[in-house]
């Protein structure tokens, strides 16, 4: 009897050694997507190119604020980045207390309210970067990447920002259901 006792604590502690393994990788995961959301926000708010046209006073000018597509993934970044920052918290107690059960459904649920907005911004955006890049001959719509070269590389950067974001989101939903699923 005694040895079955000791058998069941031993798998407890692996268990929970597992769980704050778990933790540990979702506190890890987290602090990359703050960078690669933040990092995308910052670069599609800050980016703008001029061109000069025949002379310098008539420029042509491109930025991020004339596309309100481009304004949207900029807020949703920010939301999300902002969002992980405080989900931090959750993070570490979850490296105190592996057993945790309800925060790790709140994490589940605010992670997947996080990815469907990230998802719809970086969507959004990436359909007016093929714009941008390749054009629409049946709309006139013609491609501003060959003029606004630097612009386009911007903002094509930022988008992979962004999805990088989208794979950790997802990864960190996947590893609370894991977590949770090995009580």
């Known amino acids: 009897m005694k040895a079955g ?13 597992v769980n704050r393994g778990v933790a540990i990788l979702d506190f890890i995961l987290r602090l ?37 597509t481009f304004t949207f993934f900029v807020v949703a970044n920010s939301v999300v980045s902002v969002y992980l920052v405080l989900s931090l918290a959750l993070s570490i107690f979850h490296i105190l207390r592996s057993h945790a059960h309800f925060s790790r459904i709140i994490l589940i649920f605010f992670d997947t309210a996080m990815l469907g907005l990230l998802t719809s911004a970086a969507s959004a955006a990436a359909a007016i970067v093929y714009l941008a890049h390749k054009g629409n001959t ?10 606004f070269n630097s612009f386009c590389q911007r903002i094509s950067g930022s988008l992979i ?10 990864l960190l939903i996947l590893m609370s259901a894991v977590a949770l699923s090995r009580r």
């Open 5 to 17: 006792m000791e058998l069941g604590a031993a798998a407890v502690a692996v268990k929970s050694g």
């Open 32 to 68: 990359v997507a703050i960078v690669a959301t933040l990092a995308s926000a910052v670069a599609m708010g800050t980016t703008n190119e001029t061109l000069p046209f025949f002379t310098q006073f008539i420029r042509f000018r491109a930025q991020y604020e004339d596309f309100p």
């Open 138 to 147: 049946r709309a006139n719509w013609f491609a501003i990447c060959q003029q």
């Open 161 to 170: 920002g962004s999805f990088g974001g989208i794979l950790i989101l997802i």
